[in-house]
């Protein structure tokens, strides 16, 4: 069965710092995708990058971008320039094809942008 | 512009009495899913929906019920609550892409 680690449950940086968030995965599959979800104290579970494990270059969206190692089994997500804004919860998931698009989630990492 | 919304927002109820939380979307997407959301946890699965009366157990199905008698309405039910399921929970849909879910804003639920 595929797992999803965050060993990270909390990290905290200043603003504008670049902080990165570690995910590790368990999975024989060859084809697979990689989610980072935020949840800001809204509660609202927002995507905020995506990954496809065929593709070898990583992905990319404004600040946010991510350092996929497919052998390694990793999948860590860089945030650039840190806003007070990027205060939230961060989730990893995995989702396998042909699961019925389950996504299997990570504990989570709780990141705090201080001013 | 919500695809996806949960009802109720917060509840609180009592022991060993039945509740229903429900999902309603407007996306007209085939796959509905309901998640708990705990401490340490992260999100997990309970039950999906993979369309109307087509629904599969999740890894923390047991106290549960689902059920999707119509497209847009995907309903949970605590047979008999108890406090083990005092939780966030959580309802998503997907279009059957591999872009992932939307999610609703979820519902409180505190058992006491």
């Known amino acids: 069965a595929q797992t999803v680690t965050q060993s990270q449950p909390e990290m905290s940086v200043q603003e504008a710092e670049t902080v990165t968030l570690s995910c590790t995965y368990d999975?024989?599959?060859?084809?697979?995708?990689l989610f980072w979800y935020k949840q800001p104290p809204s509660r609202q579970m927002i995507l905020v990058i995506r990954?496809?494990?065929?593709k070898q270059q990583n992905a990319t969206e404004n600040r946010f971008s991510v350092n996929f190692q497919k052998a390694a089994k990793s999948f860590s997500l860089k945030i650039s320039d840190s806003q007070l804004g990027d205060t939230a919860m961060y989730f990893c998931?995995?989702?396998?094809?042909?699961?019925?698009?389950?996504?299997?989630w990570g504990a989570g990492t709780k990141l705090i942008i201080k001013p | 512009d919500a695809g996806i919304t949960q009802s109720p927002r917060h509840k609180v109820t009592e022991t060993g009495t039945p509740v229903t939380l429900r999902c309603h979307q407007t996306?007209?997407?085939?796959?509905m899913y309901w998640y708990r959301q705990d401490p340490g946890h992260g999100l997990r699965l309970i039950h999906y929906s993979y369309g109307v009366k087509d629904t599969d157990k999740g890894e923390v199905s047991d106290g549960y019920s689902v059920s999707r008698s119509k497209t847009e309405d995907f309903l949970l039910t605590l047979e008999s609550a108890t406090s083990s399921q005092t939780s966030v929970y959580f309802c998503a849909i997907s279009d059957g892409t591999n872009y992932g879910y939307t999610f609703g804003s979820g519902t409180r639920l505190t058992v006491v």
């Open positions: 999975t024989s599959e060859n084809n697979y995708y």
């Open positions: 996306e007209n997407h085939r796959y």
């Open positions: 990954q496809e494990a065929y």
């Open positions: 998931a995995f989702m396998k094809p042909g699961s019925n698009y389950q996504l299997i």
